[in-house]
């Protein structure tokens, strides 16, 4: 059915669900929903209300368990992006190395807001906390993690995901 009301999840993502369910208790679903929206997402870059649909729909649960996962955790997006995800931590080493600069840098460089996208980046948002205080200020793009930023790396990061075919 090739209808926009409908998204018929890929029997290659259907068998990666499957055998993620073998992981809990029969009948136990919901834990797989993480799981088959970070499938999803992959294959589609974000999360529509069909696929949200289809999740509930395949693993027999209802679709405002689905919804709730996908609107709580920031992985996953609910909007068409760029794409490339870049997210820059605003904890306390990273603000204390420059992580404001960093992000204004960043913003000027794109030309788009925290929050905002291009077709070929995401700016996504400011994160508490990336885990890695030794390397501050850092950034994350594309779920990699770049540390001890400065200008001139920032430009030599985009400068090489540009070059990307």
Known sequence: MND????????EICVKINKWLLKFPHGEKKPAIIFALH??????????TIHIDSVARLLDVKKID?????AFYSMFELE?????????????????????????????????????SSDKFFLKDERECLAACAG??????NHKYYENLTKDKIDKIIRDIEDEK
């Open 4 to 11: 926009n009301n409908f998204y018929n999840i890929p029997s």
């Open 39 to 48: 499938q999803i997402q992959k294959e589609n870059k974000y999360i529509k």
């Open 66 to 70: 689905v919804y709730e996962v996908a």
């Open 80 to 116: 068409k992006i760029g794409k490339h995800t870049i997210s820059v931590c605003t904890n306390v080493s990273c603000m204390l190395n420059g992580s404001d600069e960093i992000l204004s840098y960043l913003e000027k460089k794109l030309n788009i807001k925290v929050g905002k």
């Open 136 to 141: 501050a200020p850092m950034m994350q793009v």
